[in-house]
Every structure is written in structure tokens, then in C-alpha cells.
């Protein structure tokens, strides 16, 4: 148990690192502890608020509300925990063909079939082959293993390149506002400076190369050497995906001005929209022409997102191209000093970007589990928007891609007068009121940054199908009271 | 591929983070990568070296080296990570029933038995009940599950202390020379002071209480603000285990200087000798009276090491006691960042701390399993403990537990006069000639710290046991012919 009296114990809050003190990740931050405390009365006390359960859209987590694994992926994974199960003939009826060859070609690559040694630095060579092999694929350039380090998550992988980029609070980075706050927190716990660049809401979360050479300048004029721009491609929490030609505009762009591209590519597979494709920054690059010594690019992906939506397993990884022998040197080094990332998220990559392929057995009803999720997705993420666009002061950009809406609410005066009075912000006070009134979890936009006086929240398109009649209910129900007692 | 022409490039070995350049990391550094080298080109090209084989002495990777994994563990992350097989009636055949019952009940206390859904920041709670459990079994004193944050290893959760003590360079933490090297980098990123204390190698890598004041008051008076004490038991890269006695002195002057102890028991199931015995810091500490209010305590466990070996899984936690509920907020924050660590790494640690119990079917394999292997390191120990022994100008303390010996090598002074004109440290150029000669890969005493003028290197006792005579006596006919080339 926490101790309550300070006196005594030598760390105190006035004397941590103030680093962490200035860090801040709303995604699990008050509004969430709240709901967990509230969930916690709701099973000692049923009935002890005005609805039955806590509906979790504050963070894309799919299978915590339901979402499926799929089957090939977690048949490979259990046979791979347990690789003295491949000698066993009943195995047959348990597991599918393809799983047993797809596992024994892994576990033939890990010498000993150790799954539970540590690996390379960078992860399993094969397994990383598999991922160059799945981004050929993709993109229909050449991608290198040797370029490819394996991750817990994504979350570790941004967290070294920001470690390496950023010396002192003079080392800027470009990003977006909104933004994932897994930035913000991480710039802030290196010590460097957040440099914003604002998203424009009126043309869809557009990211114009105008807004960014103006705040560029603008740091630059404070001193601060601006390293890096962060890119969320699809956008968290924005959910715009970038055409083409923006995305050519952002590698030109870094390309004159010295800056590394750090392209957060994790939703790469969350598209909703027949009219727009993901492409990744890499393949961008190359298409214009732009080869290792032209671009400093590292491009992030994670197995938590996607169809997939794998959390739990924290797999992912980076690609990093265009930086010389000598630094590559230094980030092998750190990632050595955490030896390696979990096998079972370093196998999971691979089947993500290596999935079953036609003329395997199980690619159909791959394809069936796959595009099921997708297409559910997308429903649920329009029919939240329409449920968003339909609320009195409320506007929602189109859901193109990701997992996430980011409604603007124009509140109230007196809405905003009496989160003043209780010492909030108009938006947090406005996803405390939904909470306490509905159980619905959003997080307030002031969590992932937004331009001042405007106000937004976070909500994830996750909840399962059936539950979204319900969840627009709530929110259309308490957005009307809400409106009905706040209205100027 | 890496591009070699740095001039067009925004990142260079001369600006980025000068703390990533002076982190250092021996365990995969120099010897290694070159160890790595030498293994391609035997599989290339059979017979272009003296051996056949590389013996990677140099890390604590049990599995990579053939060590068998727990039947009983793997059983049930195999059955959570495919749960629908506890739905089918052909796994009594594959699988233990104690292992059903246990994935049955760990999945039960998850959700949707949705493993693959970020769990809570500290892991999911009924895990760390377990954990709980297991310490007190461990202790005969209470724990708290509130005080568990599970980690991906121990890497992380050092490197998350560190962050949170660590401010600027005026910031010190005490470490034992020689030391596991995680912690200097871990020191070294963030931006901190080492300050070191010498063990006493003649007394078997005895920690003096005076030693550790001597070098506190140094650090005091050159401005340093000592935070912490880091102290490794069983020892690495020393292998020798604290007695009860140390220990109280230790908690005691941690208590009158206001230090957080940061104890590494990560090898606390790896002890071979009878006369000694794992205590936790924590039972120390609360034996001698010392509650939350006295002492703040971080207990580092890892389901890599013990018996259990299980470093690709990247399982581990770490236990916080002594820490007022304002900084426990800023820890679960910073945990928050990174959403979670992985959940097989979780389930595993849960099972390592709450293993198979007198009753259970399967306690009798379990038991057979892991004290096979806990016998067999202890002989292995002992071998190649005698080995360094017999060897001239060696000697080698006992190896009481962890999974290391670090022998001191009197190295001649025309080998020093010869690893100076090669450019290096005389423990590297013995360890570089010892790979060369035979393969046998050990870490140079350097990349852990040792007194001025002494020489040492690291070697696990990992090797399969019916390799150990080979590798007794590749390393003793090359000592031999190496004290032949340089004896002055």
C-alpha cells in the first residue's frame, strides 16, 4: 500500500525528475480512472449508477470489447509456445494445415526451436525476412531485414528514436496537433521541445506544408533546432488518411529542411473509404525517387492495430532508412541494452505482414475473418459519425481510416463558465458529465491537443456492432440534456 | 542498407543524443558482434576456423543453449493463446489437466478471455494477485498486488526507476564494481552519475558497509545527490550471495542515508550452494521492523533466469514499497505511456511466482523438471569453477549463484604491453585471442567494471553440461598457450 506521509521516504514529488512530472497521457488518465473506479462500485453495488456497465471507447484496444483474434495467427502463436506439440499426431483435428507448416517453418528457424532464448538485438533474421518480404509486398519496392528492429509495441520504438534525436530542450520535433499523446509524453520525458503543427479541421484534418513551414520558422526563430516530424498516417485521433500528393508535399518537405520523417504507420490496414489507399512514406519516397541518402525515414507499425488488433501481444516494429553505418551502430546498441522484444510479438509481425497468401488452405476463411472485422468496422465508424453529425452544435470529419472519431462540440458559455468553476477544462468537463451520465468513456481533446477555444473528444469506433445503437443513445440522450441545461 | 556517405543525411554520429554515445553495453558488444561474424563464416565455410562451433558463454540465454523449457509453463500460454482449444475434447490428450485448469482459471480472470486486449498499466490485477501470493509464500510477510508492475524483463522496469530518480548528472546512483552493465547504461541514458562501490573480491565479492560509505561521502562532496543503491543478489557478474547479516546492514544504511534500495533478485531461484539462501530485501527489511514508512524498496524479478530461463519472453515486474501514493501516480503514468507489457510475459511471470504446489498431478514432473535443471547448473558451476582454478596466474570465487564466474586473470605484462599496441583493454585482447583460438565467446571484465589494474571476464555456465568438458579444455589449452606466448 501507498504510504500517505512523506516525511519520511526519501522520493518525494519535489524531487523526481520534473520530466515526468511535465509528461501527460490522457488516453489513461483521469477521465479512465474515474470509469475504473466507477466500474469497480458497479460490481460491488449494482445499481449504483444510471446504466449497467462502463463502455470503453477511449483507447483502441478491439479485443478488450470483443473483437476476435484471428484464428491462423493464434493457432501459429500456441504451436509456437509449445513446439513439442508439432510431434504429436492429434494435432491434426486441433489446429489447421497451414498453421502446422506455417509453425514448423518459424520454429525451423529459431535454433533449438527456442522461443524462449533471446534473440538478435533487432529480433529473428527470418522473421524479419518475412516483414521485408510483406513491405515488397506492400509497396513494391525492395525493403531491407537489416533494416527492420522488432519491438515490444511501438511504443519502445518511438521512445528510442526520440532518446536519440533529442539532447536537450533546444531539439524540437514537428508534430501534429492533435496528436497520439505518446508524442507529446515522450518528447516531454527526453527533455526536448514539442513544436506544433495544426491539422485543419475545415478540409478534414488536412496537414497543409504551409502551416508547417510557418511553425519550422517560427521555432527556429526561438532557437530551437527542429530534428524530426512526426506524421500519423491514418491520423490518431483524427482518422484522415493522406492522398498521395500531401504525402510527396511531407517527403519534399523533409527533404529540403533536414528533418528525419518519423511516419507513424500503425493504421495502415484501418481503411474505410473505397477513395482512399494507404501508402506508406517509404514507398513515397522511393516512387519520387528519393533513395538512402535522400531521406531520413522511419516508419512504425504495431500488431495492436489493424484487423488484427493484437494489444495484448506488444509486437511491432520500426524500419529505419537513410541513416549512416555509424549511427545504426547506436541504435543497435540501445536496442541491445533491452536484449530483445518478446518472440511471440516478433512472430506475430511476421504473420501480420506475412499473412496467408491465395492457394493456402486457410486463405479463405482468413479472408473471411479479416474482412469481417474490417467491414464492421467501417460500419460502426460511420454510423458514429452520422450519430455525431447529427447533435445539436457538433461536427465530425469523415471516418476515413484508424479507429478513432474527434467530434468538435461548440459548448456552451455557460458550459464553459461552470468547468471553470470546477476547475476543468470545457472538454474534460464535458466527458466527465457523459461518463457519469451514461458510462461512456471518451477522452477529452485537450488530451491530444487542439486549437485554443475549440473543443473535441476522442471516441473510438470499437464497441462491438450490436452495442452501437446503444452507445448513440447514450450520447445522443445525454448530449441533448446536456445542451438543454447549458444552452446560452 | 546502411548508407555510408553521412553529408546529405540530417543524422550524425555528431548530433545526436550524446548520452546514447556514451551508453555502453559489453553483454552484445565488440566480442560478440565478432562472434557473430566468425558463426557466418563457419556456416559458409566449414573449416575456416580452428572449431567447429561457437560457445556463446557471454549472456544468460539458458534456451539458446539447449536449456528445456518447463512442460507445465508452456502448456498453459499455449492454451491461452489459442483459448478456444479449452472448448475441444482432444487437448486431454495434449495437455496436462493441471495445465487446463490453469489457463481455464487465468483466462476466466480475463475478460472475454481476451488476451490479446491491453491489460491495466500494472497488468492485469488477478496476475498480480498471484505474484502477490507467491511473495508471501516466498517471504512469510504480506504483498500487495497494488505495489506489482509487471514489465516486458527487468530492463524496462530499471530504466523506468532510473527516469523517475534520475534528473541531471548531479544525480548519483550507488552500484556495485563490477556490475550487470544494464545499470551504467541505464545511468548513462538518462543522464545520470554512477557512483561506484568496489566488492571486495577477496572476501568472495563481499559488500562492505564502509566501502559504500567512503564512496558516498566522495560523491557527496563532489555535489553529487545520491539517490539510490543498486545492489545484484545473487550476484552478476559474480555470482555470490549476500548473507542474512549484509543484508540488514545494507537495509539499515539505505534507512540512515536515505537511499531507495533497488534490489535485483532476478537470479533469486538460481543458488547452488547449501550453507546459502535467497532472502528478498523486502522480508529483510520487514523483519527487522521496517514497514512503508521506513524504507522505499523496488524489487526487480524476470521470468528470464531462475530455472525457468525464459528470456525470449520478455516476462518480469517489479515490486514498490516505500513510495508516497503522489510519486506512485507519476510511476503508473509513465507505465502508461507504454499501455502494457506483454501478456504472455505476464501469465508467465504469474506462473513463476505461483508454480505447480504439492497436490497438483502434475508437482512431481514439475519438481523433476526443475531441479534437473538447478542440479545441473550447480555442477556446471562447480566445473568450471574448479576449471579457472587450475589454470595459471587464475583464480575464481565461488560460485554460490546467478549463472556466472568472473575469474581474475594475472594477465603477464608483455600481453598488457601487446593489447596496448592492438589497441585495446588486456582483458578484451585475451578474450578476442580465447575466441579466435577456440570460439568460446566470454565478456571482458571492462564491460562491467572492475578495480584499476585487475583483469577478469564474465562466462556463464550455460553450456550444455555434456559440453562443459569441452569446453574446460579448449579454455585451458588456450590459457596454457597464451601464458606460454606472453609469460614474462
New interface residues.
Given amino acids: ?6 516525511d ?6 519535489h524531487n ?6 511535465e ?3 490522457a ?2 488518465g483521469e477521465i479512465v480512472a474515474l470509469a475504473q473506479r466507477m466500474e469497480k462500485e458497479l460490481l460491488i453495488n449494482p445499481g449504483s449508477h444510471a446504466f449497467d456497465e462502463i463502455l470503453y471507447c477511449n ?1 483502441g ?4 470489447l ?1 473483437q476476435q ?1 484471428i ?1 491462423f495467427f ?2 501459429v ?3 509456437c ?2 513446439p ?2 508439432l510431434e ?1 499426431n ?2 491434426k ?2 489446429f489447421s494445415e497451414d498453421a502446422i507448416k506455417r509453425a514448423s517453418q518459424i520454429l525451423k528457424q529459431i ?2 526451436k ?6 538478435h ?1 533487432q529480433g529473428i533474421k527470418e522473421l524479419r525476412d518475412a516483414i521485408a518480404e510483406g513491405i515488397k509486398a506492400r509497396d513494391d519496392f525492395p525493403a ?1 531485414p ?2 527492420i528492429f522488432l519491438t ?2 511501438a ?2 520504438a518511438v ?1 528510442l528514436v526520440m ?5 536537450t530542450e533546444k531539439d524540437g520535433i514537428l508534430c501534429p496537433i492533435p496528436q497520439y ?2 508524442y507529446s ?2 518528447i516531454a ?2 527533455g526536448g521541445t514539442l513544436v506544433p503543427y495544426y491539422l485543419d479541421e475545415a478540409s478534414g484534418w488536412g496537414l497543409e506544408i504551409s502551416e508547417l513551414k510557418k511553425q519550422l520558422e517560427s521555432a527556429k526563430s526561438k532557437g530551437i533546432s527542429v ?1 524530426a516530424l512526426v506524421v500519423i498516417n491514418p491520423g490518431n485521433p483524427t482518422g484522415q488518411v493522406l492522398t498521395k500528393e500531401n504525402q510527396e508535399q511531407i517527403v519534399k518537405f523533409c527533404k529540403q529542411e ?3 520523417l518519423l511516419a507513424d504507420e500503425v493504421y495502415q490496414a484501418n481503411i474505410y473509404v473505397p477513395d482512399k489507399k494507404f501508402h506508406s512514406f517509404k514507398k513515397i519516397s522511393r516512387s519520387m525517387g528519393y533513395g ?3 531521406i ?1 525515414l522511419v516508419s512504425f507499425q504495431s500488431v ?1 492495430k489493424g484487423y488484427y ?6 509486437g511491432g516494429y520500426m524500419e529505419i532508412t ?7 551502430e ?1 541504435i543497435y ?2 536496442a ?10 516478433q512472430i506475430l509481425a511476421s504473420l501480420v505482414m506475412n499473412p496467408p497468401k491465395v492457394g493456402d488452405h486457410i486463405y479463405e476463411s482468413y479472408c473471411a475473418e479479416r474482412d469481417g472485422i474490417l467491414s464492421s468496422l467501417a460500419r460502426r465508424a460511420k454510423r458514429l459519425e452520422a450519430a455525431f453529425n447529427s447533435l445539436e452544435n457538433v461536427t465530425c470529419n469523415k471516418a476515413e481510416g484508424a479507429m478513432y472519431l474527434f467530434p468538435c462540440i461548440k459548448l456552451p458559455e455557460k458550459a464553459i463558465k461552470a468547468a471553470e468553476e470546477a476547475d476543468t477544462t470545457p472538454d474534460t468537463f464535458y466527458c466527465r458529465q457523459l461518463l457519469n451520465a451514461t458510462g461512456v468513456v471518451v477522452v477529452p481533446g485537450s488530451g491530444f491537443g487542439q486549437v485554443a477555444g475549440t473543443w473535441h473528444f476522442r471516441c473510438t469506433v470499437l464497441p462491438p456492432e450490436n452495442k452501437i445503437p446503444d452507445v448513440v443513445s447514450r450520447l445522443t440522450d445525454f448530449h441533448k440534456a446536456f445542451m438543454n441545461e447549458y444552452r446560452d
Avoid at 61 to 64: F, G, I, K, Q, T
Fill in positions: 500500500m501507498a504510504s500517505t506521509s512523506n519520511s521516504l526519501p522520493i518525494s514529488i523526481i525528475n520534473p520530466k515526468v512530472l509528461c501527460e497521457y488516453v489513461r483507447i484496444n478491439p479485443h478488450s470483443g483474434p484464428t493464434r493457432e502463436l500456441a504451436l509456445e509449445h513439442s506439440l504429436r492429434e494435432i483435428g486441433l535454433p533449438g527456442a522461443t524462449g532464448a533471446y534473440s538485438s531491407d537489416n533494416d515490444n509495441g511504443s519502445p521512445h532518446q536519440l534525436l533529442i539532447s499523446p505518446l509524453a515522450s520525458l527526453h530534428r533536414g528533418l528525419v538512402e541518402k535522400d531520413s495492436s488488433g493484437e494489444c495484448g501481444k506488444r537513410g541513416f549512416s553505418a555509424d549511427v545504426r547506436q546498441k540501445v541491445s541494452v533491452n536484449l530483445c522484444s518478446n518472440i511471440s510479438g
